[in-house]
Structure formats: C-alpha cells, structure tokens
C-alpha cells in the first residue's frame, strides 16, 4: 500500500508515528463482533455463541454454530472469487447475486417436491445439467468451426 504524507486540505503528517497497520483495525472490528455477540448471547439466551456451554457436549467450540457460519460464508465466497477474476481481467460483471438468486430458487423449487412431471427430482437435475452441459458443448463446436 502507498504511504502518502499528505492528508487533505494539504495536511501532512507523519506515517512513522503510526503505530499499527491500517490492516489492524478490519481485525480488531472483527473481535469486537465476536466479543459482543458473546456477551449478548451469555446475557439474552443464557448461551455461549462459539463456546460449549453445556456438559453433555463433547468438545470446546459449538461445532454446529461454526458449520453454519462457515456454510453461509462459503457462498458468498465462491461469488466473491468469481467476480474478482471477472473484475481482474477488466469485465463487468453484474450477474452475480441474479445468478445466485436464480439458482437458490430453482434448488428449491426441487427440494420442496418428490416429483416434477412424473419424474423424482434427482433425475429432473440430472436431465438438466445434461441439457446445459450438451448445449455448452454444442456451442464450443460452433465457436471451433469459425
């Protein structure tokens, strides 16, 4: 990161006297979070939000909580790297959150019903991401031919 020495309205001052990175604070915000959520939950639901408070669980962490979290989080993530390499390459791409949208509504649209058109759900994916992947590859071979 640039170190610049000139501040606005042509303030200057002192990046030597900077005790810690700028990165430092997107961290402690961070365990701030956790304390706080913490304590509201030792306080409100008389439970810990990371920590096993009972004895029948094996275990220091709430495993359970973190799966969750860490379930949550990756989706955002794989979008995240997704549009990155579309921003590095120097697209945009504002796709993203209707593709995400489109594809948790369509998963489930099949997880609420056994059967759609007379056929188990497994098999009406499996039909189309046939569909999709054949139709991808029929466009490789038109774009191959030019």
């Given amino acids: 990161m640039a170190e610049s020495t000139h501040g606005i309205g ?34 409100v639901m008389n439970d ?26 990756s989706i955002i993530g794989i979008i995240a790297l997704g549009v990155t390499q579309v921003i ?11 593709v995400v949208g489109a594809t948790a509504m369509i998963a489930m649209s099949f997880a609420q019903v056994g059967e759609v058109s007379g056929h188990t759900s497994k098999d009406m994916i499996a039909k ?5 992947r054949q139709k991808m590859r029929t466009r490789q071979a038109a774009e191959r031919r030019r």
């Fill in 10 to 43: 042509g303030l200057t001052f002192d990046t030597s006297k900077r005790s810690l990175p700028p990165e430092a604070g997107v961290a402690i915000a961070l365990v701030l979070i956790v304390v706080v959520f913490e304590l509201l939950g030792r306080l």
């Fill in 48 to 73: 810990s939000f990371l920590f096993n408070t009972r004895e029948n669980v094996d275990g220091i962490f709430n495993t359970a909580r973190l799966q969750i979290i860490i379930l949550q989080v």
């Fill in 88 to 98: 590095i390459t120097g697209g945009i791409d504002l796709s993203s959150g209707s």
């Fill in 128 to 132: 189309y991401a046939g569909a999709a």
